[in-house]
């Protein structure tokens, strides 16, 4: 796919894959969201097969203000569009997901929720934990995002070409009766260690 | 364009001929698994000949294209090492209008001036116009934090990947004085390419063999000064041995080597100051899998300007 090659370039990413390894199982990755281009990024860094079945979960606020923008996150990468502003109970986020996820597909989704400016990831929004509960079958495997909030920063919409990485863990799953905090904070710190390594 | 003449084959298929001996060492050795060979320094040593061979034939290659393709694919490497810096050089969010014109605006058109030969431009363009851009867009864009710091980054980063690394492909609008040179000037960037990657060769072999007194053990441990002596005289001995293949004579072929030497022998110890700054060994290794262009760039980048001025000085 062309858009995919593009991204690819602009963001000079170099994909490593950490003690997993790419495979079209149902998995939900999650990774830290430093810019507009991350789900574009993550989904791209993807092998083509895995790809095809997987979602990027986006936000509707962002993604239908122009149609460009609609154009690439419906046709292009088939994005899961959630509104920020109107979040009910009847019509969570998490059944949206689950709905869409099926039995073949899987998601891309960011738990911090926005993006973040500081250097430091935010705090995980309990999303993540409840997707987990309801369907404890899938591989949540974390994914790191390092330097692309350089490449194009909130409020830009020139990007700068610097060279980014992106690197995908070893999956994770709720434990039985695993507290809320524990498991966000345990999949926080996830992401976070593959920084380092 | 005129046809290479004699010489120029001579040099491409000297050193084609070389890197081919080589590379067969390296194979046979690789085979022979001997025990009192250190494995580490096989794999640099084969890395390292990857490495020149993509760079001999694609200099070769572009060479034989014509000037453009030179200027073009230079234009192209400036621009990954660029972003090799400037990845490894915490900037702010503010700097990004800045750099942005820096990649956009600033590399491209240094380029295209060296193309289109207006050396009265191009030698000004990014120690004047783009210096004074740079900090004046930061200051625009609001943020005072480390202000001056910030500026000298990508400030140098310009500098180095860019402004001096493009007198490389500048040396082939130079206009010797002797007739007989006209179009041919791809002898002269062959012989900078050659003399500054046998100098880091040299020197590297001169530090193992008798290396006793580092020059700078904060900065690089392997560096000596036997090093440095050895690898000056080498380096200067096969400068005039391929004074053929330059319009100099002898002992200026030797000179040019010597000053090619200096000025490499700085960039590399500049370059891995800057890297010890930031706390890696290579360009590369932040970015699994590119490999550091920046790397094997060094010392050309320091030697390259330099050696266009004095030609430029004497010969034209």
């Not at chain 1, 509707?60 to 088939?78: A, C, G, P």
């Not at chain 1, 899961?80 to 986020?93: F, G």
């Not at chain 2, 240094?110 to 740079?134: H, K, M, N, R, T």
């Not at chain 2, 710091?149 to 493009?166: H, N």
Request: contains cysteine; proline residues 5%.
């Amino acid at each position: 796919m062309a858009l995919a090659l593009v991204a690819r370039l602009l963001s000079g990413a170099s994909v490593r894959w950490v003690g997993i390894e790419p495979d079209t199982c149902q998995r939900v990755y999650f990774a830290n969201h430093t810019s507009h281009l991350d789900a574009l990024v993550v989904w791209s860094a993807l092998p083509p097969r895995v790809r095809s079945l997987t979602r990027p979960v986006a936000a509707k606020d962002y993604w239908e203000k122009t149609r460009l923008r609609r154009y690439i996150s419906t046709m292009v990468f088939d994005a899961l569009l959630i509104d920020r502003n109107e979040i009910k109970v009847h019509n969570s986020p998490i059944d949206l997901m689950i709905k869409a996820l099926g039995d073949t597909k899987s998601l891309i989704v960011f738990p911090e929720g926005h993006r973040n400016t500081g250097p430091e990831m935010g705090e995980f929004k309990s999303g993540l934990y409840y997707l987990a509960k309801k369907r404890p079958d899938l591989e949540l495997v974390p994914v790191h995002i390092d330097n692309l909030n350089r490449v194009l920063p909130r409020g830009e919409f020139l990007p700068v070409p610097l060279l980014s990485c992106i690197s995908f863990g070893p999956p994770l799953w709720l434990e039985v009766k695993e507290p809320k905090m524990d498991f966000l904070k345990r999949a926080r710190d996830a992401v976070r260690n593959l920084k380092e390594r | 364009m005129r046809l290479p003449q004699d010489e120029t084959l001579w040099l491409v298929g000297g050193v084609m001929a070389v890197l081919a001996v080589a590379t067969l060492v390296a194979r046979w050795l690789k085979t022979r698994r001997d025990s009192r060979l250190n494995p580490a320094a096989l794999q640099a040593f084969n890395l390292r000949l990857n490495a020149w061979w993509l760079m001999c034939s694609a200099l070769a290659a572009t060479i034989l294209i014509g000037q453009v393709a030179t200027v073009i694919m230079f234009g192209l490497i400036s621009f990954w090492a660029l972003r090799e810096f400037i990845t490894l050089t915490p900037t702010r969010m503010a700097d990004h209008r800045a750099l942005f014109w820096v990649f956009f605006l600033f590399t491209p058109l240094q380029y295209v001036l060296v193309g289109f030969d207006e050396y009265g431009l191009y030698s000004v363009l990014i120690p004047v116009y783009a210096v004074l851009f740079i900090p004046a867009r930061i200051a625009i864009a609001g943020d005072y934090r480390r202000f001056l710091e910030r500026s000298a980054k990508i400030q140098a980063g310009l500098m180095i990947c860019v402004y001096c690394l493009s007198y490389a492909p500048a040396l082939l609008y130079l206009k010797i004085k002797q007739p007989e040179w006209e179009g041919q000037n791809a002898r002269i960037l062959f012989f900078l390419v050659l003399v500054v990657q046998m100098g880091d060769v040299l020197q590297y072999l001169w530090d193992r063999l008798l290396g006793k007194n580092v020059i700078a053990p904060m900065i690089n441990r392997s560096r000596t000064w036997e090093g440095f002596l050895g690898g000056a005289v080498s380096t200067a001995l096969l400068g005039t041995a391929l004074w053929w293949a330059t319009p100099f004579e002898p002992w200026v072929a030797a000179g040019m080597a010597l000053v090619i030497f200096v000025a490499g022998f700085a960039g590399g110890l500049t370059m891995s100051a800057i890297k010890r700054d930031r706390g890696v060994k290579d360009y590369g290794t932040l970015i699994e899998g590119h490999g550091g262009v920046l790397d094997r760039l060094d010392s050309i980048c320091f030697a390259a300007p330099i050696f266009f001025h004095v030609t430029r000085y004497f010969y034209t």
